[in-house]
């Protein structure tokens, strides 16, 4: 199947979703049962933080998918609110997880603040530039050209 065929672009766009939505627990699983990580107020809303991020992620993949051949992006509207609102909300949270840290550091809200840098570095990725680059065309694309905007982005300034 050719790189760029309707087909794998489905695929790809179907498996983003699923990854980002699969990441939610299987984090979870890991941080908090595995390596038994207490599950404080700090740990929990950098967790929430993230897999809000995530979830965000993956209706983007799964509106690209449903969008028809030139036409909108669907909830473009609803995107965008969300990359103002979540300036509020990655603010409130890290401004909170902060003070638990200095008020208690250790693996009580150290964990959380990891989300929140997570839940953070995602935000950029989604909303501004695309910082995950994993097939060789993006690598290549990476090397010659330096980051790009990311492909939210660039469907909101079309808007």
Known sequence: MHHRSRAWVQRRLRSLALLEL?????????????LDFPATAA???GFGLFA???????SYWI???????????????????????????????????LWAVLRDPGAGNLLGL????M??????????????????EDLRHLRTHGLRRSHLSRDLARQ
């Open 43 to 45: 740990n929990l809303v």
């Open 119 to 136: 839940a953070v570095l995602e935000q950029v990725n989604y909303f501004h530039v695309q910082l995950m680059y994993d097939t060789p």
């Open 63 to 97: 509106a690209k998918l449903r969008q028809p051949a030139g036409a909108p992006l669907p909830a473009a509207g609803v995107f965008a609110a969300a990359r103002r609102g979540n300036l509020v909300m990655l603010t409130a949270g890290l401004l909170f997880v």
């Open 52 to 58: 809000i991020l995530l979830v965000e992620g993956a």
């Open 114 to 117: 990891g989300f929140v840098l």
């Open 22 to 34: 699969l990441n939610i627990p299987l984090q979870f699983l890991i941080w908090f049962r595995l």
